[in-house]
């Protein structure tokens, strides 16, 4: 545990129960955000982002207020936050850690890369079987054919 | 909305392809049956493939039912920028069953999440073309006595070929041994490699036909196509090594057999069509029977 007044610790202010969302890839925020629909919740959210971190280079975090999700929401964030770790947070005191993995199958986040796919022609709510989890690699429900960790893409 | 469709061959058990052969087989007995009689089909072709559209017609005319539909997209409504899915919505309306061609890969998966009727997928793209794969499977079942344990040498495009594809897997259900005959740009893709090997099954890879065609229980045939070649210079290298003639064919095992999914080019020389080892138009007439059996096993008529 680190010292609560460490300064780094003290660039995204604590939260009295929620959950803390860390350890994301600074590029990937957003995406976080856009797939947790943090967007369009009235809820207190604070974040920081370009975090340094001795592991992942520049990393974001998300406090969420009043906020606990289920491992099937969380697990949505795995494709873009791999090594993303969750603080629950009851009485300002993490009251349990979690990590995320890759769930088996992927609904509606991330985008085929064949371009001849009907899910770029019409609008498909894209559907894939998770074939390999390190590296990840989906396998299109529609058109079979495999997406690659490099090539994946957030809708 | 559950309805049974044929979208890939790995739809089916094998148990069930065994079956829908064994249905083959009696539909080539007695083709002429009443069993769809009050029932249309619907064929809808996006794209032209006159061959199984006509062999799908002729199943369905066969066995009493009618066929409505279009042979390409310039006389259908996509031509009025129609999305598929309000196609299907509405064709569905009309048939009890829909045959579907179309360009885009993964189209006839979605059709059939859409439509209230079976859907068979005739080919989406470069993706899936099962009926293709099971009358493929039921000629060589009904040339070879069994599929077990057999010698399948695949010539040609073995990069782009669909056909060929749908193909290994299915027959990697029975043990087969896998020759491979392509030129260099067109060798058999790593995943099916990896796929074989996953599974224990042996195969072999060269560019010359002459070495292994006499191990051969099944000759696979498929055009090389010019335009699939990034230098044209080596299209004219390589396309007359892949050209079956009936000199080739003379220590070939006696009850070796030809395929080919057809249209045919130059890759089988005229000269072969004799030889009773030539088997591609029969494999065509055997397409027709397939197809009855898988019909009527998706309307569950059978």
């Known amino acids: ?155 | 909305m559950k309805t049974r469709s044929l979208v890939s061959i790995d739809d089916l058990s094998t148990e069930e392809i065994i079956r829908i052969l064994e249905l083959a087989a009696e539909f080539e007995k007695n083709p002429i049956q009443e069993i769809l009689h009050g029932k249309v089909v619907a064929t809808l072709f996006f794209e032209p493939s006159t061959r199984t559209r006509l062999s799908f017609e002729s199943a369905v005319s066969k066995l009493g039912g009618k066929v409505i539909g279009f042979s390409d997209s310039s006389s259908s409504s996509v031509t009025k920028g129609e999305t598929l899915y309000d196609t299907i919505r509405t064709v569905n309306n009309y048939v009890d069953m829909i045959v579907m061609r179309h360009p885009i890969e993964g189209s006839a998966r979605y059709a059939s999440e859409i439509s209230t009727v079976p859907v068979i997928n005739a080919g989406d793209g470069a993706n899936q073309h099962p009926t293709q794969t099971l009358l493929d499977l039921y000629s060589i079942q009904k040339t070879q006595g069994s599929l077990e344990n057999l010698n399948i040498c695949m010539v040609g495009d073995l990069k782009y070929g669909r056909t060929v594809h749908s193909l290994l897997m299915a027959m990697s259900r029975w043990k087969t041994s896998f020759n491979f005959v392509a030129p260099e740009e067109l060798r058999m893709p790593d995943e099916y490699k990896l796929y074989l090997k996953n599974l224990g099954l042996d195969y072999y890879e060269t560019a010359d036909l002459s070495e292994i065609i006499n191990l051969a229980d099944i000759v696979y045939m498929t055009r090389v196509q010019r335009e699939r070649f990034s230098d044209p210079m080596e299209y004219e290298k390589v396309k007359n090594a892949y050209v079956l003639h009936d000199n080739m064919l003379s220590d070939t095992k006696p009850g070796m057999k030809i395929l080919h999914p057809l249209p045919r080019v130059n890759e089988i020389n005229a000269d072969v069509d004799s030889n009773t080892k030539a088997y591609y138009f029969e494999q065509a007439l055997n397409g027709v029977y397939t197809r009855q059996a898988i019909i009527c096993t998706l309307l569950g008529l059978k």
Do not use: W
């Open chain 1, 1 to 155: 545990m680190k010292n609560i007044n460490d300064p780094k610790q003290l660039l995204v202010s604590a939260i009295e129960s929620g959950t803390v969302i860390d350890h994301i890839p600074a590029r990937t925020l957003f995406k976080v955000i856009k797939i947790l629909g943090l967007d369009r919740i009235s809820n207190q959210i604070t974040f920081g982002t370009n975090l340094d971190s001795k592991t992942d280079g520049k990393k974001a975090i998300i406090k969420i207020a009043g906020v606990f999700f289920e491992d099937d929401d969380i697990n949505r964030i795995a494709l873009v936050a791999p090594n993303a770790k969750l603080n629950i947070i009851k009485d300002y005191k993490v009251i349990e850690k979690r990590v995320v993995s890759v769930p088996d199958t992927i609904t509606g986040i991330a985008k085929c890369m064949n371009p001849k796919c009907i899910t770029n022609f019409e609008t498909v709510t894209t559907r894939f079987r998770v074939v390999s989890k390190k590296p990840v690699a989906l396998k299109c429900h529609y058109c079979e054919k495999i997406t690659d960790q490099e090539r994946i893409e957030i809708i």
